[in-house]
């Protein structure tokens, strides 16, 4: 026997009442009704219910359908037929119609699945990743991986309409500094050289600006040996955009009638234009974060000028050797915080990297606990002033470097932010954080390294400060943050070779080390290069936002675990002595003593 699939599950409706319709899928759920079999049948587009009567489906198939199980797969031809009156099911798309079967062909049988494909809580995740092929038959899966394909589509055709290009760049290319570990692969064909995977497709896309492509788009994979956690994979999908002949506000503008377009068409959101824009230092000041989520009140004041002279020698001596010295004001907290969830702040402040945190309760004759005790009267009112606390309110501090009180405060912040319920999840909360550092200073390293990458372009002011006074040098940048995630970043390029040298010198690198690195890149500007900039989006991260899902693993279809590892292939795994060999790699003693030798079969040797 053999028929062809008319309709999908999902599909059909009460207008399809009388007609005669052949499904194929899943069997989702199996019941038994004195003598009567009801089978739910599961694809991509829902479920629809298939009635197994004996008077309709021949004896031997009847049979057959009384051997059926969950996850079996199947086709079924049958009338449509409406459900009786009070039988219906209105929390199913299909649930005013049955299909009365007359035939029935079993595909394949299944063994029981380690987990229920329904479930949507309480499966362990490593099951699931083990089992991803089950897992993704799950419709909350399906549904996001719908969304994936239609986000996907929608920019396509949007830049298609802006004159955009898509066009792909090597996978196997140069290690560059992109600010993370590259993922090597050696050559066969060069001993002992190897290609990297590209962690951004950063310097083909200005190549591509200089060989008067103007307009430039790809959906690309991207790889980064990084430390792995929720929105963060290492191999991962980006939009990459690059355009000739622009400037900052040119780039940010298409960017955000794309971003409008997206949300109109994926989930009927109206996004209001502009988007607001945020200095990257208004944001550290205000936020702690060069990504705020701005939801929320909560903002961090800065006492430091009010402090400084006081008493209390935390505060004091900490401005006075160049640190800051900043709070939050918890309207209402004073009320409703016990000494415990005091505490627990304070021990949450100090895992976050401060010394500690300090804290004083408003009420109505003052101030009380804390560090009450190490002001006098008119320095207790003059810092409440500055805080703008009123009684009731619990004021917290931190006293240390700048970027110590910064990200201790944003992080209490964003905690206290949950915890008190003051995050609107329904909002949709879109801005731009421009005006960035080009460089920050690595303590590790004990030298400056770029903030973006080494091809953002200065601010045209700053031009002079390469190499005087990188801390005072801004970049061209500009980051797209949506409720609190950074979802994009750009910057206008370097495209004068003499700034690029200069840049290149700054961080550290001699002529010679940029000549080896990137003699190609350098050439390529004395051929004429055109002003240029571009933007990538973290399209996973995107997807997940959208899906309002908490982990990236979520919207990707073959995600890896925190450990960056493929629990359904296994991946990695070791390589056989002869893959090594004909590679001219040699595993180090300890690396042998990790892996247990691989089993090969007889045709593999």
């Known amino acids: 026997m053999s028929f062809q ?16 319709a052949v499904v194929c899928g899943w069997v989702h759920r199996r019941r038994d009704h004195g003598g009567v079999i009801f089978i739910d049948l599961r694809d991509r587009t829902g479920l629809v219910q ?38 219906e099911n209105p929390n199913l798309a299909t649930g005013a119609i049955e299909i009365y079967a007359t035939a029935l062909e079993l595909l394949n049988e299944a063994r029981t699945p380690p987990f229920a494909i329904d479930a949507h809580t309480g499966v362990d995740e490593a099951l699931r990743l083990k089992y991803r092929y089950l897992d993704l038959r799950r419709f909350e899966i399906q549904e996001t991986l719908a969304l994936r394909h239609r986000v996907a589509k929608l920019i396509r055709d949007f830049l298609d309409g802006q004159g955009f290009w898509e066009i792909e760049t090597p996978m196997l290319t140069k290690s560059t500094p992109e600010g993370a570990r590259d993922f090597l692969v050696p050559s066969r064909v060069q001993p002992g050289e190897f290609y990297a995977l590209p962690q951004s497709p950063q310097l083909f896309k200005q190549l591509l600006m200089m060989g008067g492509i103007d307009r430039y788009f790809q959906i690309v994979r991207c790889f980064r040996d990084e430390d792995l956690r929720a929105d963060r994979q290492p191999e991962f999908t980006q939009l990459d955009i690059e355009m000739a002949f622009v400037d900052r506000d040119d780039i940010m503008a298409l960017i955000e009638e794309l971003v409008a377009f997206v949300f109109q068409e994926t989930l009927g959101e109206k996004i209001e234009l502009p988007l607001r824009r945020l200095s990257w230092a208004e944001a550290m000041a205000r936020y702690g974060s060069d990504k705020p989520d701005t939801r929320f009140g909560l903002e961090i004041q800065d006492v430091s000028a009010v402090v400084e002279n006081t008493g209390f020698r935390v505060f004091s001596q900490t401005v006075r050797s160049g640190g800051q010295v900043k709070g939050i004001n918890v309207e209402g907290a004073g009320l409703k915080f016990a000494r415990r969830e005091i505490d627990e702040l304070g021990e949450l402040a100090v895992s976050y990297g401060s010394k500690g945190m300090l804290w004083l309760i408003v009420t109505d004759d003052g101030s009380k606990g804390g560090i009450t005790k190490f002001f006098n009267p008119e320095e207790l009112s003059q810092l409440v002033t500055a805080m703008k606390a009123k009684p009731g309110d619990l004021l917290i501090f931190v006293a240390d470097k700048p970027q110590v009180c910064a990200d201790v405060l944003g992080r209490l912040r964003l905690y206290l932010g949950e915890k008190l319920e003051l995050i609107d999840h329904d909002a949709w909360d879109l801005l731009w954080v421009v005006d960035w550092p080009l460089f920050e200073y690595s303590e590790a390293e004990g030298r400056w390294e770029a903030a973006h990458h080494p091809f953002t372009a200065p601010l045209p002011e700053d031009v002079e400060l390469l190499g005087k006074d990188p801390a005072r040098v801004r970049a ?16 206008i390029r370097i495209h004068r070779r003499e700034v690029q040298e200069r840049m290149f010198a700054a961080l550290g690198m001699t002529k010679e080390e940029a000549e080896s690195r990137f003699g190609f890149f350098l050439d390529a500007f004395d051929y004429g290069t055109p002003p240029h900039g571009g933007i990538a989006w973290g399209f996973d991260r995107l997807i997940m936002l959208l899906a309002r899902k908490d982990w990236l693993r979520d919207v990707i279809a073959f995600p890896k675990t925190a450990s960056a590892q493929d629990l359904m292939t296994g991946a990695p795994s070791p390589a056989m002595d002869g893959q090594l060999r004909e590679l001219h790699v040699r595993l180090t003693p300890e690396a042998e003593k990790r892996i247990e030798p691989v089993q090969v079969s007889s045709s593999e040797r």
Do not use: W
């Open 5 to 20: 699939r008319t309709h999908y599950c999902g599909e059909l409706r009460a207008d399809h009442v009388d007609q005669e």
């Open 50 to 87: 298939i009635v197994f009567n004996p008077e309709f489906v021949p004896k031997e198939q009847f049979t057959e359908a009384e051997r059926l199980r969950n996850e079996y797969v199947i086709r079924v031809r049958g009338t449509v037929r409406r459900r009786l009156a009070g039988m």
């Open 476 to 491: 061209q940048a500009y980051d797209l943050v949506l409720n609190g995630t950074e979802v994009g970043g750009g910057s």
